[in-house]
């Protein structure tokens, strides 16, 4: 690690969101370019840096920043400077010249304790002499809990964000309880908190302690997919974790459920224990649902004859179960269509969409996924939006995420359809119901056989086992669709046979490869054979799914060959590296969690922010000094930069579970003998295999696709929706 001492000549680019700058800095005369996280850098300060000299591919020589701390211009002229750039708001050169003036040497003693006085200065105001102090100090305190911060090993970007979610008491609040660091916005683990609290001297038994540790245990385990845990499986896990005996954790979970930090649910003798939010999202999506379906139906007089009408001028003739779904759609309050591939559920939407209109009823669609929302207005041919954008996400708030539409300013629908519904988690259905008007009517529509969602809860399988909604599951696979191998292939699948073996003309095959050859074979197959023979573009058709991330077939060694194989770097092509990853123009990304920072601009010219888990798209243009990214995904081209980064991945093979609610033109699927068995599961395979559209490639072990078939475990994911959903004492 070196040491650089200088004042700030110039800010070439800063982020005040994520504090990411390129500056130009005076080092004992000599001109230096210091990129890094410098929150709130201003020209004409004096700044101590500690990193590295690197030489840029394009920029050359360059100092990267990893810890930065900076002090108060010294002189008069330093000051003049440093208040002269805009750097607080309301004042600008001629005003800067004027308080210096004034103030002199004390200037920023006068502005950050005395803005009463400095408010006598021609051109300022009361109001603006207190913003400016304001913004001063903010930008001083962030600074100063940067520097106390970094002393525990948290970087800059997770200070700013805890700055910005507890404010001016930051570092007070952490001294009183360092275990805050494991909650929101930084999810510090557990053990890094834990030797934090012990330097404080904190004891083992402390009861933040014992809490803290209680609620990080729930919120893994929210991670994995559970809303809730119960407290046989909680005590004893905790005991482990924390070295803390039963009794003790019982008395501090009990006071914790007293105090409202958790909450318990009590069924079949079993105590199920929840952080607060996550039982709050349960109950309100049972009670929601029990409410709605407990409403007066507003019957169609006659659906036979409605749904006789729609065949007549459609020329189509439903088949008994779709019959049976409309009709349920236009006769209940609440439904489930459920069925895999090519059973026939776009056609039965399109027709509940049809009557509904004809009732004049205002039909909404939505879906979890941008991709599976262009899908289905494709397939709907009307627009469908996910669902965070029909809520519209709130921005003006903290870090929490907040939707403009809510119970108090719910959506002017009649009808709402949700696709893809097996990806929905609790908490995002949760928003989507606080948005609807009590009477509005849900379809939801899924395939039970996928992966569950993401986030935690299982609520497309939860509200199937209630019976408290009506559910109507298409089984029929229509001729058209039969005529395909893969939905034949994910119909066997789901019965627990293997695919048939290859035909010649098909679009469904197997190809025998293990360890490294598999890998080769997948590569050849991505960048020569399906691009020759299919005319696949091999980064816009085709996309690699991987059941793991590791091995020599999983995303990591495969995105590692294909960037090399399909996107080398080239004259003119730009490229920066991020945290050990290489980002070039033209490589495909994948965004790997909700981020609302991240701003963006549709082709219509309208501007938003928000990047979501899933998200694919292509690196437009790389800004190497900058340390930036445009990325192009569907409509929308996003910029990143600074730590956004690091939520991008290279993404010419992803993980079947990152897939979920795309679809693909090609497929190619590795399944290598060496796929790690927790990974060789019935949902997981039929999810990869029923993304592909027009073709699918398996390639690797028969044995390995035989065992992923024949393992029809399913998650086991606690939640007491089903459960809330029966229960007739909650409403
Ligand atoms: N009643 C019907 N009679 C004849 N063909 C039908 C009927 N219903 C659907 N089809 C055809 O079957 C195929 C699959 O239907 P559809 O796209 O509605 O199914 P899906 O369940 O939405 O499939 P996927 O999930 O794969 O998109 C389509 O080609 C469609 O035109």
């Not at 086991?716 to 007739?728: A, F, G, K, P, V």
Request: charged share 25%.
């Amino acid at each position: 690690m070196e040491h650089l001492s200088g004042s700030v000549e110039h800010i070439t680019f800063a982020n005040t969101d994520t504090g990411f700058a390129v500056v130009e800095l005076d080092a004992e005369g000599e001109l230096v370019t210091a990129v890094g996280t410098m929150p709130g850098v201003a020209e004409g300060e004096e700044v101590d840096l500690e990193g590295e000299f690197v030489t840029h591919p394009s920029f050359g020589p360059q100092f990267r920043v990893n810890s930065f701390t900076c002090r108060l211009p010294q002189d008069t002229a330093a000051v003049l400077r440093y208040l002269a750039s805009g750097v607080l708001p309301g004042i600008g050169p001629v005003t800067a010249r004027r308080i210096v003036d004034e103030f002199g040497a004390d200037t920023l003693f006068v502005i950050e304790n005395q803005p009463e006085l400095l408010a006598k200065v021609k051109g300022m105001t009361a109001s603006k002499a207190r913003a400016a102090s304001e913004e001063f100090r903010r930008v001083f305190g962030v600074r100063e809990a940067i520097t106390a911060l970094a002393r525990l090993g948290l970087p800059a970007a997770s200070a700013i964000a805890l700055y910005r979610a507890l404010g001016p008491a930051t570092l007070d609040l952490i001294h009183e309880n360092p275990y805050l660091l494991c909650g929101a916005p930084v999810y510090l683990p557990f053990d890094r908190a834990d030797d934090i609290a012990a330097e404080m001297n904190f004891e083992r038994e402390a009861r933040i302690r014992i809490q803290a540790g209680l609620a990080f245990i729930l919120r893994h385990n929210n991670g994995n997919g559970h809303t809730c845990l119960p407290a046989f499986k909680l005590l004893p896990t905790a005991a482990r974790f924390l070295g803390v005996d039963e009794p003790t954790l019982r008395e501090t979970l009990d006071a914790g459920l007293a105090e409202g930090e958790f909450d318990a649910l009590e069924y079949d003798g079993a105590e199920y224990i929840y952080l607060p939010e996550f039982l709050r999202a349960e109950m309100l999506v049972a009670g929601h649902l029990k409410a709605l379906m407990s409403l007066p139906l507003q019957k169609m007089k006659d659906p036979d004859k409605a749904i006789g009408l729609l065949e007549l001028t459609g020329g189509i003739r439903y088949a008994p179960l779709q019959r049976q779904a409309i009709a349920t759609a236009l006769t209940s309050n609440c439904m489930v269509l459920t069925g895999g591939p090519g059973t026939g559920k776009t056609t039965a939407i399109n027709a509940i969409i049809a009557l509904f209109e004809q009732q004049a009823d205002r039909v909404f669609l939505a879906a979890p996924t941008g991709r599976a929302a262009k899908r289905m207005s494709e397939l709907c041919r009307r627009e469908a939006k996910t669902i965070h954008r029909l809520l519209e996400v709130d921005y003006s708030g903290p870090d929490q995420i907040r939707f403009t539409h809510n119970e108090k300013n719910p959506l002017k629908c009649d009808v709402v359809i949700v696709d893809e519904m097996s990806m929905v988690d609790v908490q995002l259905f949760e928003s989507l119901l606080r948005a609807l008007r009590p009477q509005c009517k849900i379809v939801l529509v899924g395939d039970g056989d996928q992966l569950p969602s993401v986030g935690p809860g299982n609520v497309l399988r939860d509200v199937v086992d209630s019976g408290v909604v009506p559910v109507v599951r298409l089984t029929e696979i229509f001729r058209q669709a039969a005529e395909s191998q893969i939905v034949r292939t994910a119909h066997r699948i789901v019965s627990g046979e293997d695919p048939e073996p290859n035909a010649r003309e098909g679009d469904c095959f197997f190809l025998q490869a293990d360890g490294e050859a598999c890998q080769e074979l997948v590569c050849e197959l991505v960048s020569a054979r399906l691009p020759r023979t299919y005319g696949f573009d091999p980064v816009e058709d085709i996309q690699v799914l991987c059941p793991s991330k590791l091995g020599p077939t999983g995303t990591a060694a495969l995105n590692a060959r294909l960037q090399q194989l399909l996107n080398p770097p080239g004259p003119g092509k730009r490229q920066l590296t991020y945290f050990g990853v290489t980002y070039r123009e033209g490589d495909k990304v994948m965004q790997v969690r909700n981020n609302y920072d991240i701003l963006y601009e549709r082709e219509d010219g309208e501007g938003g922010v928000g990047a979501f888990n899933g998200d694919l798209g292509v690196i437009e243009a790389v800004d190497p000094r900058a340390g930036s990214l445009r990325v192009r995904a569907d409509d929308r081209l996003l910029t990143y930069s600074g730590e956004n980064i690091r939520e991008l991945e290279i993404a010419y093979a992803v993980t079947i579970h990152k897939s979920q609610g795309s679809e693909f033109g090609a497929v190619v699927l590795p399944v290598a003998a060496d796929t790690p068995k927790r990974l060789c599961y019935r949902n997981l395979i039929y999810t990869g295999v029923t993304r592909a559209k027009q073709l699918l490639v398996l390639a690797g072990s028969r044995g390995t696709l035989h065992a992923m078939i024949e393992n029809d475990r399913k998650m086991l994911r606690y939640s007491c929706l089903t459960r809330l959903l029966q229960d007739e004492s909650v409403c």
